[in-house]
């Protein structure tokens, strides 16, 4: 508890990839359902890094991945101070046809919602319809670093919804950075008939293994006919991580037909892929995007994290807000996995 509200907040704000600053910014008091939270701990996201995505947005301030502890709560908010707790970067309307479907990324509130001014800071304003929509107190069993993964557990949840993994699939996860082993952790409780890890670095192989998957194979020029041989034919579902067209690709010649390639990361508007249609008409391969999660998925994430979904071991590097930058640094070199600011 505070008395006194602040009325400003130190905040990283992107200015370019190689130039995050630390700015002083103004703090509002919460009004009507609005919500004042001091954040204990903000993940480090790598889409955070990819340099086309955030410079159309920059000067952005950054951090979607917070927990926090409410200081102040407007009339109505329904939340105390002192409650821990996560807070969704967005949420939906809940009323409106996309929402009533299910189909919360598309709903129009959705994308104007954001915390003020975002999560990788001191404080941030929850804004109503987050506080309404997608605002969960945190159980004592699930510590601040761990409650970071709420929002990309959330995507994974959503990502292996909509594969419609079956008990009995053989499911690929091509890069195993975060995102990645967080797919072999929730999926590794499927019922799979195998579970496979694809990628570039050794100790991303080694962390696969560890979180649970039956085979780790290094990327390289024969991955693809390695990926088919270790699962008898080909994959039914393979989940791509890596923002790139030629990751997508090897997910392509990877899955079995009938199967299923879940596109988890977005590409750059100007790349192309060249989707021989002839070949997944009669593979009948489907193509499946999966974009961030709603508050049904930070729900389900947060369930499995209170039951001890060990996601902690994920966390490589922790630093203070002035290490934001850093950590930044080391995400976009592959250099972590899981990096935590605790402001
Ligand atoms: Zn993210
Ligand atoms: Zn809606």
């Not at 630390?22 to 889409?47: H, K, T």
């Not at 990324?105 to 990788?120: D, F, I, N, S």
């Not at 404080?123 to 319809?129: E, G, I, S, W």
């Not at 930070?298 to 994920?314: D, F, H, I, N, Y």
Request: with cysteine; charged share 20%; proline share 8%.
């Amino acid at each position: 508890m505070v008395l006194t509200l602040p009325t400003t907040t130190r905040a990283a704000i992107f200015y370019g990839p190689d130039d995050i600053r630390l700015e002083r910014v103004p703090l509002a008091a919460p009004g009507p359902q609005e919500v004042l939270v001091r954040i204990r701990a903000c993940g480090l996201c790598s889409s955070e890094t990819l340099a086309w995505y955030m410079q159309r947005k920059a000067p952005v301030p950054l951090g979607h991945e917070p927990a926090g502890e409410v200081v102040a709560a407007g009339e109505g908010a329904g939340v105390a101070p002192g409650q821990r707790v996560f807070i969704h970067h967005h949420a939906p309307c809940l009323q409106c046809r996309a929402c009533r479907r299910g189909d919360y990324v598309h709903c129009q509130t959705w994308r104007g919602t954001r915390l003020v001014p975002g999560g990788l800071a001191e404080y941030a304003l929850v804004p109503a319809q987050i506080t309404a929509a997608d605002l969960l107190p945190l159980p004592a069993s699930v510590s601040d670093v761990a409650a970071v993964f709420v929002e990309p557990l959330a995507c994974v949840v959503k990502s292996l919804r909509r594969a419609r993994v079956r008990p009995g699939d053989r499911l690929a996860v091509i890069g195993l950075g975060v995102m990645g082993l967080l797919h072999i952790l929730l999926a590794r409780e499927l019922q799979l008939e195998r579970l496979i890890g694809v990628d570039l670095l050794p100790e991303r192989l080694a962390a696969a293994r560890a979180a649970g998957a039956d085979d780790v194979l290094m990327g390289g020029e024969d991955v693809a006919a390695r990926v088919r041989e270790a699962t008898g034919g080909g994959a039914d579902v393979v989940v791509v991580t890596p923002a790139s067209l030629g990751a997508i690709q090897l997910g392509y010649e990877s899955v079995a037909p009938g199967g299923r390639i879940v596109i988890f990361t977005p590409v750059p508007p100007e790349d192309l892929w060249a989707l021989p249609v002839h070949d997944m008409f009669f593979r009948e391969v489907e193509i499946v995007p999966t974009y961030s999660a709603g508050p049904n998925d930070t729900r389900e994430a947060l369930r499995r994290l209170a039951e001890g979904l060990p996601v902690e071991s994920l966390i490589s590097h922790r630093f203070d807000l002035n290490g934001a930058a850093e950590g930044y640094r080391l995400v976009a070199q592959g250099r972590a996995l899981k990096v935590v600011v605790q402001p």
